[in-house]
């Protein structure tokens, strides 16, 4: 077990509905990040978190937003989900200055 | 920003050969370069990383190399194995921005028998 997990694996939901993803770890890492995989364009950082109610955004982070209320949780929303944001979104979590370990990944499809 | 170029975008090798990968940074001020494996349709895993104050860096049959004066680094794969075969991303962080990765665009290797 890599000590993190996502929820959904996957989702398909319907154009201008909001959606929520879940990340969830258990290593009690201070970082955790939200990316977007798309063929050609490898990862992509959408929002992190550097501590409870602490974020920030990413490169790509217009159309979504995140919430951390406790350590082991970060949420990313899609406020109103467009065809734009098909993608495969993986959540990541570090320690101070180290590598990351990923989540299994949600693959999400807008309709 | 930082930005990452990787090459090439796919590569073919036979097994037993090396492979090698090619990375570019942007942003002298990074300090920290890891490569991570990703198998179809698993997630991204941590293969080997290295940090700025290191020239090369050895596990077993993969090494990684860094010229900071030319802002690249390098990934090496020695005797190739099917199981290698895989899609491999490089990344790039600087120090006291929360450890933030910005991702090259990935590189398929094939290890054909």
């Known amino acids: 077990d890599a000590g993190i997990t996502q929820s959904p694996r996957h989702k398909v939901t319907e154009t201008g509905t909001p959606v929520t993803l879940r990340c969830h770890q258990t290593?009690?890492?201070?970082?955790m990040y939200w990316y977007r995989q798309d063929p050609g364009h490898g990862l992509r950082l959408i929002h992190y978190?550097?501590?409870?109610?602490?974020?920030d955004k990413g490169e790509v982070s217009d159309g979504y937003s995140v919430s951390r209320s406790k350590t082991e949780d970060f949420l990313l929303t899609l406020e109103s989900a467009t065809s734009s944001q098909t993608s495969v979104y993986f959540c990541?979590?570090?320690?101070?200055?180290?590598?990351?370990?990923f989540g299994s990944g949600t693959r999400l499809t807008v309709v | 920003g930082e930005n990452v170029e990787q090459h090439p975008s796919t590569l073919s090798v036979q097994e037993g050969d090396s492979a090698v990968i090619k990375c570019t940074y942007s942003?002298?001020?990074?300090?920290?370069f890891p490569w991570y494996k990703q198998e179809l349709g698993k997630r991204p895993q941590l293969i080997i990383d290295?940090?700025?104050?290191?020239g090369e860096k050895k596990d077993q049959r993969i090494a990684v190399t860094l010229n900071k004066t030319a802002k690249h680094f390098s990934l090496h794969i020695t005797e190739t194995q099917p199981e290698d075969s895989a899609v491999y991303f490089c990344?790039?962080?600087?120090?006291?921005?929360?450890?933030?990765?910005?991702f090259g665009t990935g590189t398929r290797l094939q290890v054909t028998l």
């Open positions: 942003d002298s001020a990074s300090n920290y």
């Open positions: 978190s550097y501590g409870v109610k602490d974020t």
């Open positions: 990541a979590i570090s320690p101070s200055g180290g590598g990351y370990t």
């Open positions: 290295i940090r700025s104050n290191v």
């Open positions: 990344a790039a962080s600087r120090a006291g921005t929360a450890s933030k990765l910005t």
């Open positions: 290593e009690n890492h201070r970082y």
